[in-house]
C-alpha cells in the first residue's frame, strides 16, 4: 500500500476524512423548507444566513414570517447564522450603522433560538477592512463572501470565507464531478483536505424549476463515506480545534488541547487524537 514518506501533516475531517461538504443559504424565504427537507432525506447539513427586520416581506421572495422562521430551523439540527438585520450593504452606510445591523441581528437570533449565533454571510457581499475589524470585536467567528474560489481550497482568512461556487455558476458540475470522482490522496504530495461550499438561495430553486439539480447532487453524494456534511459553523470549530494543536519540537508527538477529538495525516496514516489526549506519531520503518 501507498505510503507518504514524508513528514507533512494534512488535517483530516472527523472519522479520518479528507472532504467537507457545506451548504450555505441566504434570506431566510419559504424555499428553504423544501430545501431543508432535501437535506434531511440525504443526511446533509445547511447553514441558513437570517434577517431579522424583513420577516413576511412577500415582495423579496417570498420571505418566512417571524413564527414560520421559528418553527422551520428551531429544531431543525441546521446552522441559522447571521445576514445584517435589513439586507443592508454593510460597507455604504456608516459604521455605527453597521454596528446596529450586526448587534441586532445577534441579539434576535439568540435570544429567540436561545443559542450561540456566530457565523454570518454578507448581505450583497459588502464588506471592507473596517467592517471586517468591527465583526472581529462582536464575535463574529467566519464570515462568507460571494467570491466563489471554483476550487476545494479550506478558507486562510475566516472573515473573507470565499464559498467554491453558487450552485448556479458554471463551475458547479465540474465541482461535483471532480469532488465524487477524485480525492485528496490521489496526489503524493499535496494531499489538503479538500471543502466543497456551495452557496445559493432556495428561491433559486423555484425561479430555475430545478430542484432537481440539488436533489440529484444530494443524492448521489448521501452515498458516500468519505465525506463529512457539516455546517460551516462545525466546519469552522472544527478547524480552530485542529489549528491548537501542540507539537514536539522534532514533529513526532502531538497534544491536543481542545474537548473535540482531531485528525490527522502523516506518512500516509491517518490519527485520531482524542480533546486532551498525547499521541506519538509511528517511526517510518523504511
Ligand atoms: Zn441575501
Known amino acids: 500500500?501507498?505510503?507518504?514518506?514524508?513528514e507533512e501533516k494534512?488535517?483530516?475531517f472527523p472519522d479520518g476524512k479528507s472532504k467537507a461538504l457545506t451548504f450555505s443559504y441566504d434570506d431566510g424565504v419559504k424555499a428553504d423548507k423544501k430545501l431543508i427537507e432535501i437535506f434531511d432525506a440525504y443526511g446533509l447539513k445547511g447553514t441558513f444566513n437570517l434577517n431579522s427586520s424583513l420577516f413576511g416581506c412577500e415582495c423579496w421572495h417570498d420571505r418566512l414570517d417571524e413564527e414560520q422562521t421559528y418553527s422551520l430551523f428551531a429544531k431543525s439540527g441546521h446552522e441559522i447564522a447571521l445576514h445584517g438585520a435589513r439586507?443592508?450593504?454593510?460597507?455604504?452606510?456608516?459604521?455605527?450603522e453597521a454596528v446596529n445591523e450586526i448587534v441586532s441581528n445577534r441579539a434576535y437570533l439568540e435570544s429567540k433560538f436561545g443559542r450561540i449565533v456566530r457565523g454570518l454571510a454578507y448581505a450583497?457581499?459588502?464588506y471592507n477592512a473596517e467592517i471586517i475589524n468591527m465583526l472581529k470585536s462582536l464575535g463574529v467567528s467566519y464570515a462568507r463572501t460571494t467570491d466563489e474560489t471554483r476550487s476545494f481550497e479550506i478558507p486562510s482568512d475566516?472573515?473573507?470565507?470565499?464559498?467554491?461556487?453558487h450552485h448556479k455558476s458554471a463551475a458547479f458540475r465540474e465541482l461535483c464531478e471532480k469532488f465524487l470522482s477524485a480525492s485528496p490522496e490521489d496526489d503524493f504530495k499535496h494531499r489538503e483536505p479538500w471543502l466543497f461550499s456551495v452557496w445559493g438561495h432556495s428561491y433559486e430553486f423555484d425561479e430555475d424549476g430545478n430542484w432537481n439539480l440539488i436533489e440529484d447532487f444530494a443524492k448521489r453524494v448521501s452515498k458516500r463515506k468519505d465525506i463529512w456534511f457539516a455546517t460551516n459553523g462545525q466546519l469552522r470549530d472544527y478547524i480552530s480545534a485542529y489549528d491548537e494543536l501542540i507539537y514536539s519540537l522534532d514533529?513526532?508527538?502531538?497534544?491536543n488541547p481542545s474537548f473535540m477529538p482531531v485528525w490527522l495525516e502523516i506518512r500516509g496514516k491517518v490519527y485520531k487524537i482524542d480533546g486532551g489526549q498525547s499521541v506519538k506519531f509511528d517511526e517510518c520503518k523504511d
Open 10 to 12: 494534512y488535517m483530516r
Open 1 to 6: 500500500m501507498f505510503r507518504q514518506m514524508f
Open 124 to 126: 450583497y457581499n459588502g
Open 158 to 165: 475566516w472573515l473573507r470565507f470565499n464559498p467554491s461556487c
Open 251 to 255: 514533529g513526532e508527538r502531538v497534544f
Open 87 to 96: 439586507h443592508i450593504f454593510l460597507d455604504k452606510v456608516p459604521l455605527p
